[in-house]
């Protein structure tokens, strides 16, 4: 493009590109492309499949040709990323960059993929000079969520210098933000709505019981069906009652056999997902592990799943064909009550019916309640004899139940989507960042609190907000009001040095570290107590801590029952029973002290609790611990909170306090997490190397494959290994210690040391000690031999190779002279991606 910035040349170069790569110009999208180039704002809201995705790149190489730095942002940093490797591909790495709180690549391009909250405090920060020209916000219907829309709009009111584009399928009327943006900005403001869909929709009611409206649909040539449902376990079970019927052809299905074949389905519920895609039935949702989801995608992008039963996450980001989208119910539970789907929600799970490029059509289907199915089946069994149908009692909707039907449907069909509503709040990492970017501040606060979006009365419940946050700042000693000695101006300003990264992704990284020079390092727990630190500044993982927390319960009644303890006192003691919190006191204590001293930390508080620690205690897979704890519905959160533990523990503590007990038990976390899923660490690993990143984002073959990798070796890592093999011995030492005979005889069994054989062997030894010690010292490297007779890297595929170990019970007398003699085979735990066991022998030395 021609410098000085030619508009026309800018919109004849981008038009011609488009057509150039089969992506020719929709009028919205040349409408959307004039108002870019010509330098006003954009709001697109348009239906999905109409191309909003392409007037972002527009919006992009406009702001690169006139030399100003644009800012993508998303929701969720799967986008992020997502969006990240698309822009590289097309605008080469060096002008592509992104930073996400937990990631940062190439942070000073010209062009930056981040979260909105990234965008939003760097707004804070500096204001009207931040390095901000232009800021492309996708899904800007997130302005409306009540926990992070405050991100969607603090950008609108301290970027006045730039320009925006804002996208989303349901923006409802807009008329309002536009006036807005053009009053801060200068620039006009183009709205472009109300385009007509590339793929028409046709909507229609169901009233058949729901496995014959999807035998229907799928006869009628209107799939892939997406059944949508509005919990995950009822997801599953949709497609479990769907493996009844044909859903596939025997050509299909051998297809998708040959495919999976060599795709490792690691858990209890890919065993479960396995049987189903081979019958042409998928399951999206986002427990999942997320290589399962990528398989589910990929076989239906190749048109080889006839229907896919999952929850409305398809509304954000799954890039699939789906032709109907059949939805369940028109209610969800939010999260504190019953509620039907407001119209933009309904919008944006309809509107991914029919995909351009694929489609002619789209169907939207809505199942009828179930009591309503059952009463019209029932009636037309009872023919035309009105004597029988009076006396028909009709089937009531169960208790709770929120009422809708189809005039709920038709209602919400014609309703455009609700008007944005403005989600604005007060922290104190906004009044920190207002303060820190130094100037008037009053005018800068005054700003933020009386000319945003709110109604007047929230305004001034933020303004007393403000100022209570203020007063707590001024206490600590960390915010100082003083009179300008020459102008006798009022000079607020900060007395400590704010880190430049404090309100973004692990804000309290700093007090870990303080924490860290706190423990013992002498401690034989030392390694585990750096865990617990590490793990109470996450986020908590719900479902795990809820699982935990159930398991405590159960085993503190069944030791109340014991004990002879009534009902009535086990029912008051079990209110304090909870999930296990290490370091519970040492960590309140300290955050208390630190607090006073770091008050941005006002916004965030810790949260102890043991994942990682409880698993490696109890020696246990990710399976194993999925099991345990029934978490199969939520084995992708679990797999999210380990990855960032791992990258937690990796970036955040020093290399003063990695001892090598904690350098073990971080690479076998790590190897735990690649060979579970590679892909969550994967990615990260490529970006944390730019060179790598651009590679993958721009060389080579860009179609993926069906199945992804697998992962590597899992005896490649040699260290992790070894503590993979430690945990398998010490899981058979905890049981054995407890006298678990049954569970021993499960693990060993097939290899011919089964429970009898067991409980044999540990009666000699009760013959000479009375415990087994399970204690730190019981698990450490000094209780197991291991002989490494060929080495991993020794091993070649299909090379039959073992490591023979020798684990050494921790008795009461301290002789050590009672073990576990076993074998590892190395070609079987590559297979498996874990350390495969054999146990030869349970004897003294």
């Known amino acids: 493009m021609p410098d000085p910035f030619d508009p026309d040349a800018a919109y004849d170069a981008f038009a011609s590109w488009a057509a150039d790569r089969g992506t020719p110009l929709y009028p919205a999208q040349d409408e959307s492309l004039v108002a870019i180039v010509s330098g006003e704002n954009v709001i697109l809201s348009t ?32 986008l992020v990323s997502e969006k990240f490797f698309d822009l590289v591909s097309v605008f080469g790495a060096e002008n592509v960059g992104m930073v996400t709180g937990d990631s940062s690549v190439n942070a000073d391009a010209p062009i930056i993929c981040a979260t909105a909250e990234i ?37 609108l009111l301290t970027l006045p210098a730039a320009q925006f584009v ?80 044909r859903v596939a052809d025997r050509a299909v299905r051998d297809e998708i056999a040959e495919l999976i074949g060599p795709f490792r389905f690691s858990t209890a519920f890919g065993k479960t997902l396995s049987r189903l895609l081979r019958l042409g039935i998928g399951v999206h949702h986002a427990g999942m592990l997320p290589k399962y989801r990528r398989l589910v995608e990929r076989l239906a992008q190749r048109g080889l799943l006839r ?25 969800k539970f939010d999260g504190t009550r019953m509620r039907q789907l407001t119209a933009r929600e309904f919008h944006q799970i309809a509107g991914r019916a029919g995909r351009a490029g694929f489609d002619t059509a789209g169907t939207v289907v809505v199942q009828a309640p179930e009591h309503e199915t059952e009463n019209l089946k029932a009636l037309a069994k009872l023919g035309d004899d009105p004597k029988k149908r009076r006396k028909f009692i009709r089937k009531k909707a169960p208790d709770g139940f929120v009422s809708w039907g189809e005039p709920s449907f038709e209602k919400l069909i014609a309703a455009p989507p609700e008007r944005l509503t403005s989600q604005f709040r007060v922290t104190h990492a906004m009044v920190l960042n207002a303060i ?13 609190l009386e000319d945003n979006h709110e109604p007047r009365e929230r305004q001034r419940e933020h303004i007393r907000q403000a100022l209570a946050i203020y007063r707590t700042l001024r206490t600590a000693g960390v915010v100082e009001q003083v009179t300008d000695a020459v102008t006798g101006q009022t000079i607020i300003r900060l007395t400590v040095d704010l880190q430049p990264n404090f309100a973004l ?23 585990l107590d750096v865990v617990s630190v590490t793990e109470a500044i996450l986020d908590d993982p719900r479902p795990v801590l809820s699982a935990q927390q159930f398991v ?89 909170y380990l990855s960032d533990a791992y990258r937690t523990l990796r970036s955040t503590v020093p290399e003063e306090y990695k001892s090598d007990d904690l350098v073990d ?28 990143a651009a590679a993958s984002a721009s060389g080579g073959d860009l179609v993926e494959p069906v199945v992804p990798p697998a992962p590597r070796r899992v005896t490649s890592n040699v260290r992790a290994f070894r503590i993979l093999v430690r945990n398998e011995l010490f899981r058979r030492v905890a049981l054995a210690a407890r006298g678990a005979w049954e569970e021993l005889g499960e693990l060993d069994g097939a290899s011919g040391f089964g429970a009898e054989r067991w409980a044999e062997a540990m009666d000699d030894y009760h013959d000479e000690h009375d415990v087994v010690g399970i204690g730190p010292h019981a698990r450490s490297a000094a209780l197991l031999i291991l002989d490494e007779k060929a080495t991993p890297s020794d091993v070649l595929p299909g090379e039959p190779s073992v490591w023979r170990a020798r684990q050494i019970f921790d008795d009461p007398a301290g002789d050590h002279d009672w073990g576990i003699t076993a074998e590892i085979d190395l070609a079987a735990s590559d297979e498996a991606g874990t350390a495969v066991v054999k146990v030869l022998a349970v004897d003294r030395l």
């Open 166 to 245: 804002l996208l989303s399928a349901t923006l409802g009327e807009i008329d309002w933000l536009a006036a807005d943006l053009s009053r801060r900005t200068g620039r006009e403001t183009t709205v472009i709505t109300g385009v007509d869909r590339p793929v028409p929709l046709s909507y229609s009611y169901a009233t058949t019981p729901i496995q014959e409206t999807v035998e229907e649909l799928l006869q009628t040539q209107r799939a892939p069906v997406y059944i949508v449902h509005f919990a995950q376990l009822a997801a599953v079970e949709r497609a479990q009652a769907l493996a009844s019927i």
């Open 665 to 692: 038990l971080i690479e076998w976390l790590g190897e735990l997490v690649r060979q579970t899923d590679s892909s969550v660490l994967d990615e990260w690993e490529t970006l944390l190397d730019p060179a790598a």
């Open 505 to 527: 992704n692990q804000p309290l990284s700093p007090f870990a570290l303080a924490v860290y020079d706190l423990l013992d390092e002498n401690s034989p727990t030392f390694a």
């Open 307 to 331: 229907v896919i039963c999952g929850t409305d996450t398809l509304g954000v980001g799954i890039n699939v064909p789906i032709r109907t989208v059949l939805l369940s119910a028109l209610t």
């Open 47 to 78: 239906p999905t499949g109409t191309g909003k995705s392409l007037v972002a790149v527009a919006a992009h190489a406009t702001a690169l040709a006139q030399g100003v730095r644009s800012f993508y942002t998303a929701p969720i940093k799967a």
């Open 119 to 155: 965008l939003a405090n760097l707004a804070l920060r500096h204001g009207a000079e931040s390095p901000v020209g232009q800021v492309v916000m996708d899904e800007f219907h997130f302005y409306a969520e009540p926990d992070r829309g405050w991100a969607w709009q603090v950008p």
């Open 436 to 448: 820190a970017r130094g100037g008037d501040v009053v005018a800068t606060m005054r700003a933020l």
């Open 552 to 640: 405590a319960r159960g085993e503190a009644v069944s030791a109340m029952k014991a004990e002879g303890l009534d009902y009535d006192e086990r029912m008051d003691l079990l209110e304090e029973v909870s999930y296990p919190k290490p370091l519970e006191g040492l960590l309140g204590e300290a955050f208390a002290t630190y607090r006073g001293s770091q008050p941005w930390i006002g916004d965030f508080d810790i949260s102890p609790k043991s994942v990682v620690r409880d698993m490696y205690e109890r020696a246990m897979s990710f399976g194993e611990y999925i099991a345990f704890y029934r978490l199969a519905r939520s084995e992708g959160l679990v797999l999210r």
